[in-house]
């Protein structure tokens, strides 16, 4: 996804806060879109946040949105091993597909 | 309540032949799109199915095509198999219309398809 970055990868200890950040293009997209994808599985819907809204807060989940900048962060609390995945922003240009970012592979170190 | 069904979930073709993958959505959603995810990359939005028509298409050339059935399921048939056809290729399944219900997308575990 081209129109989508985020950086490749992000190492934290368990128990801190992992901060991952995405830079998206298309100020038309009226939905952000978090997903988790585990080894070898399909994509689990984590969270999503509608772009008049600048915060969403999930339990250990806490989605930052700055449409100026158009930059969009997910941040997970209390990072546990069973958070290492692989984590994908994703944005909705139009009502009919979804526009993925390459991923941030998040390790969680004991 | 079974979530998006994908089947099967490996595949492996040789260069040249064709494929047909499948996709049962999520019951009570009536639209299915599908996804190319080559390794180390996020998914590329391929087409997307409603009553049984295509409504969109992403950037993929003609050997890929699709059905939807009257039961919303959905095939992905990829005619005349590259190499580079080999990928994770995902189903997601929605609502149409507007409202918060139709904002949600779930996934598939996927088909792994192998060209060789």
């Known amino acids: 996804g081209e129109d989508v970055e985020q950086s490749l990868f992000l190492s934290v200890r368990e128990g801190d806060s992992s901060v991952i950040n995405c830079t998206y293009t298309?100020?038309?997209?009226?939905?952000l879109y978090w997903y988790k994808q585990e080894p070898g599985a399909g994509l689990q819907l984590l969270t999503y946040?509608?772009?008049?809204?600048d915060m969403k807060q999930d339990q250990r989940l806490t989605v930052l949105l700055n449409k100026k900048d158009k930059h969009l962060s997910l941040r997970i609390a209390d990072t546990q091993t069973g958070d290492s995945a692989i984590y994908f922003c994703?944005?909705?240009?139009?009502?009919?597909?979804?526009?993925f970012g390459s991923g941030t592979q998040l390790t969680v170190l004991p | 309540d079974a979530g998006v069904t994908q089947s099967p979930t490996h595949l492996i073709k040789t260069r040249g032949q064709q494929v047909t993958l499948r996709c049962s959505p999520k019951?009570?959603?009536?639209?299915v799109s599908w996804y190319q995810q080559a390794l180390g990359q996020g998914p590329q939005f391929i087409f997307q199915y409603y009553e049984e028509e295509e409504r969109q298409r992403g950037n993929f050339p003609d050997r890929f095509s699709g059905h939807q059935f009257p039961n919303y399921s959905s095939e992905l048939n990829v005619n005349a198999l590259l190499l580079g056809d080999s990928a994770l290729y995902l189903c997601?399944?929605?609502?149409?219309?507007?409202?918060?219900?139709?904002?949600?997308?779930?996934f598939g575990q996927g088909t792994r398809l192998t060209v060789v």
């Open positions: 994703a944005e909705r240009p139009s009502a009919r597909q979804l526009t």
């Open positions: 298309d100020s038309s997209s009226t939905y």
């Open positions: 946040i509608f772009s008049n809204m």
């Open positions: 019951s009570g959603h009536d639209t």
């Open positions: 997601a399944s929605s609502l149409s219309g507007t409202g918060t219900r139709a904002t949600e997308a779930f």
